[in-house]
C-alpha cells in the first residue's frame, strides 16, 4: 500500500493526544492530520481532511467519542481509561475496529497500526473478497495466525526461508531464495495480500519508498 493513511487523533487531553500524534508520525505509512479536544473540532477535521483512520477518547467535554465512531462511517480504535464491559461492548458494537486501554506503551499502538496496514493490504483492490480472505483480514486485525487455506508453491517456500528472522526489500529476498527480482516481488506481493507475510514501508532520502517484508511475529 503505497498511500500515506490520515489519521486525526481525538483526546481532550492535549498531552496525551501529542503523544500519541507522535508515534502515529512515527510510523512509517501514516500521518497525522490533525489533533482535536472535542467533538465539534474532531467533526470540523473530519469534514476538511476525510481521515481514513481516527484514534478516539470515549469521553470528551461535548460529548461521546464512541457515538462518534458509530456515525463517522470511518475506521476507528477506542483509546480510553475506561475498562467497563458496558464501554467496551458499546464501542464493539459501534463498529471500533479496536479497544486499547490507557495508559499503554508505545508499542502496543504502534503493533495495531501495523496490523491496520496489513489488514487494509488484504482488503484493497476493487474484486469480490472470498471467505479467505476475509477471514485473514480478521485474524490479522485481531493479532492472530491467519488461515493458510493453500498450500505454498517451492518459490515462495523459498522466500520464506529467506525471511526466517529478518526482514529483506524484495531485491534483497530474490537474492537470499536464488530467484528473480520480478518473481519474488510478484510472489511476495501476494503472499502479503493474503496475510501470510507483512509488508512495511521504508522512506529513504528521495523517490518512491521501498517496501520491506518479513514473518509476522507469533
Do not use: C, W
Amino acid at each position: 500500500m503505497d498511500q500515506t493513511l490520515k489519521v486525526l487523533v481525538i483526546d481532550d487531553d492535549f498531552r496525551v493526544a501529542g503523544i500519541h500524534a507522535s508515534i502515529v508520525d512515527a510510523s512509517p505509512g501514516f500521518s497525522v492530520v490533525g489533533t482535536a479536544r472535542t467533538l465539534a473540532e474532531a467533526k470540523t477535521l473530519i469534514a476538511t481532511f476525510s481521515p481514513d483512520l481516527l484514534l478516539v477518547d470515549v469521553y470528551l467535554p461535548d460529548g461521546d467519542g464512541i457515538d462518534l465512531v458509530g456515525t463517522s462511517n470511518i475506521d476507528a480504535f477506542v483509546l480510553s481509561a475506561a475498562d467497563d464491559i458496558k464501554t467496551v461492548r458499546r464501542a464493539m458494537r459501534a463498529g471500533a475496529l479496536g479497544y486499547l486501554l490507557k495508559p499503554f506503551p508505545q508499542k502496543r499502538l504502534v503493533e495495531r497500526l501495523d496490523r491496520y496496514v496489513r489488514y487494509r493490504h488484504v482488503l484493497s483492490g476493487t474484486q469480490g473478497l472470498s471467505q479467505d480472505k476475509i477471514d485473514q483480514a480478521t485474524a490479522i486485525l485481531n493479532g492472530t495466525q491467519a488461515p493458510v487455506t493453500v498450500s505454498r508453491s517451492a518459490t515462495e517456500q523459498l522466500l520464506l526461508d529467506a525471511l526466517e528472522g529478518q526482514e529483506l526489500s524484495a531485491t534483497e529476498a530474490s537474492e537470499a531464495a536464488g530467484v528473480s527480482r520480478a518473481t519474488a516481488q510478484r510472489r511476495l506481493a501476494a503472499m502479503a495480500s493474503q496475510g501470510v507475510i507483512q509488508v512495511r514501508l521504508r522512506y529513504g532520502q528521495s523517490g518512491r519508498p521501498e517496501h520491506l517484508y518479513s514473518k509476522p511475529l507469533l
